[in-house]
């Protein structure tokens, strides 16, 4: 069974650009995350699909983030204008649980965006 | 905001030894803890996880103990192995936020022959 995959693996952006990062998850999983974790401080939460729905977005940072999940498979997360602080490593994880607890999250390798 | 922490950011062992990752967390509500292991270039692997109305628990190798009365959390692994070198992060969620983890900033652990 393949696991979750993103691409692309390395983003080198300059500062003002759009990048997009797309996530597959595993197949049949519901749930689908997105976590990021800058300037090697702790991975936080983004944001958190259950099929095509935002069940909860409150971890975006901003309005330059737009992250989603048409069709309830993959999804993309889009960074428009990007700026320096939006350097890090973006994960998507997955997971069949519908969040009633033990949420075994499966992670991606993620995305290394560096913004320039 | 409340988080989850580490104590030592780096740690050293020999392989063979034990080895001891600590964590606190400050979020008295947290009732789900989950370790995490992420090797170089890939994502986080889940390694154990524990509730909030157990002290102890055991899998291959590793164990997780949860103190709730200091709010303190560490991870075991015998006979620590060169494969063994990762970062660990340990995590914690609450009921109506299962899907919200919130992360430590990570141990690394180095493990020398």
């Known amino acids: 069974e393949a696991g979750v995959t993103q691409f692309p693996s390395h983003s080198v952006i300059e500062k003002g650009q759009t990048v997009t990062l797309r996530c597959d998850p595993i197949?049949?999983?519901?749930?689908l995350y997105w976590y990021r974790r800058v300037m090697g401080k702790e991975i936080k939460f983004l944001l958190h699909f259950v099929k095509e729905s935002k069940q909860d977005e409150s971890g975006m940072p901003n309005n330059r983030f737009l992250a989603e999940r048409t069709g309830g498979t993959y999804s993309t997360l889009k960074v428009q204008p990007a700026e320096l602080e939006d350097s890090g490593v973006y994960f998507c994880?997955?997971?069949?649980?519908?969040?009633?607890?033990?949420?075994?999250?499966?992670f991606g390798s993620g995305t290394q965006l560096s913004v320039l | 905001g409340e988080s989850v922490g580490l104590h030592l950011p780096t740690l050293s062992v020999q392989e063979g030894d034990n080895s001891i990752i600590n964590c606190a967390y400050s979020?008295?509500?947290?009732?789900?803890f989950i370790w995490y292991k992420q090797e170089s270039g890939k994502g986080p692997q889940f390694i154990i996880d524990?509730?909030?109305?157990?002290d102890k628990r055991q899998g291959q190798r590793v164990t997780v103990l949860l103190n709730k009365t200091v709010k303190h959390l560490s991870l075991q692994i015998a006979a620590t192995q060169p494969g063994d070198s990762a970062v660990y992060f340990c995590?914690?969620?609450?009921?109506?936020?299962?899907?919200?983890?919130?992360f430590g900033a990570g141990t690394r652990l180095a493990v020398h022959p």
């Open positions: 994880a997955s997971s069949p649980y519908p969040g009633t607890g033990e949420e075994k999250l499966f």
């Open positions: 995590a914690e969620t609450f009921s109506g936020g299962y899907n919200k983890l919130i």
């Open positions: 197949s049949g999983h519901d749930n």
């Open positions: 524990i509730r909030s109305n157990m």
């Open positions: 979020n008295s509500a947290s009732d789900y």
